[in-house]
């Protein structure tokens, strides 16, 4: 213990003495240093975001002869409280708030601060090592008419500090590329949302149009059953035929095998609201309800697609933050055409127990360049492919707007047409209500037979059916014209990326400093709203 005591003493004496050569050098290492970078270059091109020309002066099929002072005032980014319903609201709440994919956005999220954090670091000295050992010597040499034995310990103790300068934007393109990968998990966890309260939102109006459907066919069931016990009536007492009896038998058994359908159906409807919810099958409070009222929206409402709302899609966004991953990756493959210039230094004392034997200290400063010369090949190749992988993204930042243009045209021209489409259906539904009514009562004056009671049920059926498809159908179109519209989403805070529940797991398991609660950076501040 005394030994290794005195061998602290002479490390700090040599630290000492070491320290005031450092300080000496001190003012010409700085002087070099800031030389150094004030001479750094970046290398590569600068990000410019791909510009879709065509679309300024775009608009749907479906509003080409509206004019831009028609403009709605809803908030795309909570557009399903255009419906009104607070079951439904609700369900959309719960569910970001539950689900586990967009759990699994907000997760890659932090993911990428990580990543973000390790480019950042290469800003630093790459290179930090503490080193130190400890050796135990024996010697013995045999031989002749002496043997000598010498035993004795060594210590070594260093520090290396290596600094590749970022002369040529190296590690500041890495730090771009990282910075715009941060910023498109953002965008993907914002698209996820978009996803979301579409999915939500069509699965709930499914199931009230299921819910709708089989309300219907029991009712119809009911009415057919009638007809059925009259016919069988009749034919008992001999003033009916058995075609009649067979035919109404037919229609209502028929009516009857619809419904085990369609309660499958609401089953697995109820079974995928209960997964974007993150909860098990099982019933669902909310929808428990014996009638509803549907929402009551004219298509009028939808007079002006704001078209620039396409390049604020979560989904174009994440591809355009890619471009700008990608276009760094340029500059990263071209700083290797230059020498990487670094600074480097160490600081060593070795000693030993021997007596009478002296410690060694070592100081090492200075500059050094690696450079590959003779392996341009390789790295003008590797730019090609960076460009290349930079282009495919632009087309394919092209392409999504292409799409996204496309989704808005047939949802916003579907919404037109089925609008159009319910007003038949809905007029034509009150024509096939009337007409029962008139076959009953010519049935019963005797005025006609029974078959064209059964038709006139049958088609008061078929639609009432319709008129609930097509219900649904308007209602899938106002759904599709919002997501691709891009709305749904709105900035989430730390707190509602993830839950504390699953952060306080993270933190038992991993120290993950600040990076769960610092908050969100947003790379934009539009909000996806109309313009009143």
């Not at 996803?195 to 709930?204: I, P």
């Not at 409070?285 to 298509?299: F, H, M, N, R």
């Not at 024509?431 to 009953?440: D, E, F, G, T, V």
């Not at 008061?460 to 106002?478: E, H, K």
């Amino acid at each position: 213990m005394i030994l290794f005591k005195s061998y602290l003493v002479k490390l700090r004496v040599a630290t000492f003495c070491y320290s005031m050569v450092i300080g000496r050098l001190q003012v010409l290492m700085i002087s070099f240093c800031l030389l150094m970078l004030s001479a750094c270059t970046v290398v590569g091109p600068d990000y410019e975001e791909p510009v879709v020309e065509w679309l300024q002066d775009w608009q749907p099929s479906a509003y080409q002869q509206t004019t831009q002072e028609e403009k709605t005032h809803s908030d795309i980014r909570f557009w399903w409280h255009l419906f009104n319903d607070p079951v439904l609201n609700q369900l959309i709440e719960e569910a970001k708030r539950e689900n586990h994919s967009l759990r699994i956005a907000g997760l890659r999220i932090f993911e990428s601060r990580a990543f973000l954090g390790i480019a950042n670091s290469s800003l630093y000295p790459q290179l930090q090592q503490v080193k130190g050992s400890s050796s135990y010597v024996n010697n013995q040499a045999h031989g002749g008419n002496t043997e000598k034995s010498q035993t004795f310990t060594s210590y070594q103790a260093g520090f290396n500090v290596g600094w590749e300068l970022d002369f040529w934007g190296r590690f500041q393109r890495g730090i771009e590329s990282a910075d715009a990968a941060y910023f498109a998990s953002i965008t993907n966890q914002q698209d996820a949302q978009v996803l979301l309260t579409a999915q939500m939102a069509s699965a709930y109006f499914s199931y009230r149009t299921t819910q709708a459907r089989i309300s219907i066919a029991h009712e119809n069931a009911k009415i057919q059953q009638r007809s059925y016990e009259i016919t069988t009536n009749l034919f008992k007492s001999g003033e009916g035929s058995e075609l009649d009896l067979q035919q109404a038998k037919t229609q209502y058994l028929a009516t009857l095998s619809t419904i085990p359908e369609l309660e499958i159906a609401l089953l697995q409807i109820r079974n995928a609201i209960a997964v974007l919810l993150s909860k098990q099958p099982d019933v669902i409070e909310q929808l428990a309800i014996s009638a509803y009222q549907w929402p009551v929206i004219s298509a009028q409402y939808f007079q002006y697609i704001p078209a620039n709302l396409l390049t604020r899609r979560p989904d174009i966004r994440t591809a355009a933050w890619q471009v700008a991953a990608q276009s760094a990756q340029i500059g990263v493959a071209e700083a290797d055409y230059y020498p990487a210039i670094s600074l480097f230094g160490s600081i060593g004392w070795s000693g030993n127990d021997i007596s009478g034997a002296s410690d060694i200290g070592s100081l090492v400063l200075g500059p050094a360049f690696t450079w590959n010369v003779l392996d341009y090949d390789r790295i003008e190749n590797n730019v090609r492919i960076q460009d290349s992988r930079l282009q495919q993204l632009i087309e394919q930042y092209q392409n999504l707007v292409l799409q996204a243009a496309k989704e808005v045209d047939d949802a916003s021209y579907s919404l037109l047409k089925t609008s159009e489409q319910k007003l038949l259906v809905d007029e034509s539904l009150k024509a096939s209500q009337r007409a029962l009514a008139l076959a009953n009562i010519r049935y019963r004056e005797g005025y006609s037979d029974f078959q064209r009671v059964l038709d006139a049920q049958r088609a008061m059926f078929s639609q009432a059916d319709r008129q609930l498809v097509t219900q649904d159908s308007y209602i899938s179109s106002i759904i599709g014209l919002y997501k691709s519209m891009g709305g749904g989403w709105s900035e989430m805070s730390v707190d509602e990326l993830i839950s504390s529940q699953v952060k306080e797991t993270m933190q038992k398991r991993t120290d993950w400093g600040d990076l769960l609660t610092a908050p969100v950076l947003f790379p934009e501040k539009e909000v996806l709203q109309h313009e009143q």
